[in-house]
Nanobody, 115 residues
Framework: QVQLVESGGGLVQPGGSLRLSCAAS????????MAWYRQAPGKQRDLVAR???????YYDDSVKGRFTISRDNSKNWVYLQMNSLKPEDTAVYYC?????????WGQGTQVTVSS
């Protein structure tokens, strides 16, 4: 079964940067989109950024201009470069891969932005 493994989370000061990585632990086929979601305590899980197989990107307004989603097609890895981080970005970040036969979630990685 496909399993997504995330890394790169941690504690960072406001204005700092982090790069999150998400790697599939097994073979995955017919990827339609890869995305990052985040969920803060007591809040719903929200879409942060999405990258489709055609190269189309979407960013939530709250991160537009600061975050960049990218993909390593040869490895089926997806990354989220996060710059100019704000305390409001603090959340658990989840990788999401959508294929023609289903979708998969990563386990989540904590990002804390605090001075």
């Amino acid at each position: 079964q496909v399993q997504l493994v995330e890394s790169g989370g941690g504690l960072v000061q406001p204005g700092g940067s982090l790069r999150l990585s998400c790697a599939a632990s097994g073979s995955i086929f017919n990827i339609l989109a890869m995305a990052w979601y985040r969920q803060a305590p007591g809040k719903q899980r929200d879409l942060v950024a999405r990258l489709t197989s055609s190269g189309t990107t979407y960013y939530d307004d709250s991160v537009k201009g600061r975050f960049t989603i990218s993909r390593d097609n040869s490895k089926n890895w997806v990354y989220l470069q996060m710059n100019s981080l704000k305390p409001e970005d603090t959340a658990v970040y989840y990788c999401r891969v959508t294929t023609g036969i289903g979708g998969y979630w990563g386990q989540g990685t904590q990002v804390t932005v605090s001075s």
